[in-house]
Every structure is written in C-alpha cells, then in structure tokens.
C-alpha cells in the first residue's frame, strides 16, 4: 500500500511539474489576443529585411504561440526564403485547417501568427542561402504528411519545419522545445536533431530523449519537454520554452540596431483563417 502511494505521489508530482509552465503562462495573461482569429493582427513586424533592401538569399526560422489555449502549450513554426533578386518572399509552412495541409506561397514572412508576436530562431543569407533554397523546396515537396494533420503529438506544423530542416544538410537549426510536434518521427524511432549534430529517440512523439550540441539535453513526456542547454546557458521549461542567454543558432551578421529599428517602426504603424495548434 505504501509502494502505492508513493508511485501515485510521483505521478502526481510529475504531471504537476510538466503541467506548471502551460499553468503559469495561462494565469500571467501575457498571451491575451483578439476575440476572434478573423480579427487578430497578421501584420508584418518588420524582423525581415524588405526584398528591395536587400537584393541576396535569404533563409530565416520563426515561430510565435499558437492560437488561443494552445498557445500555453507550443508555438507554430515556419520557414520563410527569398531568393537572390526576388521581389518578394515564400513562406512554408502546415496549417491544419485545409484538406493538403502543406502550405508553400508568397506571403510575409515575419508577420504575426493571428496576433501573437513572431521569433527569429535563424537566419541565414548570401551564398549559403542560395545553396539551401532549392533544397528546401525539394524538402517540401516531399514532405511525407501532405494530408495529415494531428495537433498533438504530430504531424503538425512543427513536424514538417524539423523535417525539411533535417532533409536539408547544412540547414542546422534547433527547435524551441515548446515546438511540440518535432520529434514526432512517423513510423521512425531514432533520427538526426535538426541541429545538425546529435541524435533523438522518441516513441510516437509522446516520450522521447534528444542530445545534440545546438540542442542540449531534452526529456519529451506526453509532448512536454524539459532539460538544458550548455550551448546556450539555458534551461528547457514546459510551455515556458528555453530560457537561454545565447542563441545557438546561425544568424546573420547584420546591423542588430537596424533590424531594431526596423522593428519598433512597424511596431508603432500596425495594429491590426484560424489556426490549431498553429
């Protein structure tokens, strides 16, 4: 009877552990949008350099907090390409609202996600850029779930960004660990990380391990993931994400002051489909 009490009391503390950062950012009301998804800002930030600025290769990561509740739990991720001389971006990404769920157009490539505000995981331009987008167009073409959609564990939108990242060599960019679907491999047991250096074992995306260098360490349990980063100088927290003090992954050497301004100008000149887990 005691052994039994003791595995419950562990069960419990475990779920409560896994369950306090979705808890805690539901009660901080930081993720408070509009009403509806038909009303909620799809405007750019102004993170991307415009195509008539910047005449090469462009290839950035984001990904902002899904809509409504599921906000607490993931973020939805995206990649955006421009190639060199283009007048305008392509976005890839899966939404799980339409019959073919890959997603691959023209569009802007770091506006909100129905309100909530996007993040720059990557970027990465010139000559190394122009290597990698015909590539990730192949990847996307080959997706394997062009016409599945499960919010959680997978495939969702973050399966398909880690799967075109891990298709593409040299394309070497971690996920957050609240991206949840990227480590739902299929029929798959073991794989590459996206960041391009280390391995991850996961059980249908619902329990799994990941070691990599970009990475860190990370325990998935239900989708949850948890660990660290020494790259990074950071911790992995449920729903929260990686609070870090580096990013570990590639940037492009740009005037940051300028993507600044760029960014507090559009800020203050905008505000203002629906998404699942996106």
Do not use: C
């Amino acid at each position: 009877m005691r052994r039994l009490k003791h595995s419950a009391a562990w069960i419990f503390a475990s779920l409560l552990t896994l369950l306090a950062g979705p808890a805690l950012m539901a009660a901080s009301g930081s993720l408070q949008g509009a009403e509806s998804w038909q009303t909620a800002s799809r405007d750019s930030t102004g993170i991307a350099p415009k195509p008539e600025q910047h005449e090469g290769a462009i290839v950035q990561v984001y990904g902002a907090r899904a809509w409504s509740w599921r906000g607490y739990f993931a973020v939805h991720t995206w990649i955006a390409t421009k190639e060199a001389g283009a007048s305008q971006y392509r976005v890839h990404e899966v939404t799980g609202w339409r019959r073919y769920v890959v997603n691959s157009r023209p569009s802007i490539p770091d506006r909100r996600w129905y309100g909530a505000e996007p993040e720059l995981y990557a970027d990465i331009r010139g000559d190394k850029a122009a290597e990698l987008i015909p590539q990730i167009y192949r990847a996307v073409e080959d997706y394997p779930y062009p016409m599945e959609y499960g919010a959680w564990p997978g495939p969702n939108s973050n399966t398909f960004t880690a799967w075109v990242i891990r298709q593409v060599p040299g394309l070497d960019v971690a996920l957050p660990n609240h991206a949840i679907g990227k480590d739902y491999l299929g029929n798959g047991v073991v794989a590459e990380v996206p960041g391009g250096t280390g391995y991850q074992l996961s059980l249908g995306g619902y329990f799994g391990v990941l070691a990599g260098v970009r990475e860190g360490l990370e325990l998935n349990v239900l989708g949850l993931s948890l660990g660290i980063n020494p790259l990074a100088l950071g911790i992995k927290l449920p729903g929260i994400g990686e609070l870090a003090l580096r990013n570990p992954n590639p940037m492009a050497a740009e005037d940051s002051e300028q993507v600044a301004d760029q960014r507090s100008g559009s800020d203050a000149g905008s505000d203002g489909g629906q998404g699942l887990l996106e």
